[in-house]
């Protein structure tokens, strides 16, 4: 079986490098075997992807900008692991959040932009519990937000 590293290979995805905080918080806090990842915003080396679903943002394009947060949530985690997603033993937890104009319900199809990236790395492992909630407004006017709890080795 392949590790996470190596489907993030074959999958032609490099890891961006893990988005500082912007405010007095942390990216991820370790307690125990559970790591929290603060929320991950749709950021990119391009500025990403920013503006109301629904509105400016359409869908497959806001399952992109999810797909993104799931990288940097990656991203996270390998900071978190020191750079061994194989220490991942499951990915627990997703919190999606969609800045959604008002007549825009596909909220959960967004969020499985980061779901299924989540089983492309992780397999089984990535399978997890979510919620995913339209929101009126995310930091910097970013589309989406997702934050995660991962159980690690």
């Known amino acids: 079986m392949s590790t996470p590293n ?7 995805i490099t890891l961006p490098t893990p988005v500082a905080p912007v405010a007095n918080y942390v990216p991820f806090v370790r307690s ?3 790591v929290h990842i ?3 915003v749709s950021v990119d080396a391009d500025g990403g992807i920013r503006g109301v679903v629904g509105e400016e943002v ?10 993104l947060c799931g990288l940097n949530l990656i991203a996270q985690m390998s900071a978190a ?18 800045q ?26 990535g399978r997890h ?10 930091p910097m006017n970013f589309a989406v937000e997702v934050d ?6």
């Open 38 to 40: 603060s929320g991950q």
């Open 129 to 138: 519990a979510r919620s995913a909630v339209g929101v009126y407004r995310l």
């Open 6 to 12: 190596t489907r993030l290979a074959e999958l032609g």
């Open 58 to 67: 359409d869908l497959r394009r806001a399952t992109l900008a999810a797909r």
């Open 81 to 98: 692991v020191d750079g061994d997603l194989s220490r991942v033993r499951r990915v627990v937890r997703l919190g999606g959040f969609v």
């Open 100 to 125: 959604a104009g008002p007549g825009f319900f596909d909220i959960p199809r967004v969020v499985n932009g980061a779901s299924d990236l989540m089983v492309e790395v992780f397999g089984d492992a």
């Open 32 to 34: 125990g075997a559970l």
């Open 148 to 153: 995660a709890i991962v159980e690690v080795a």
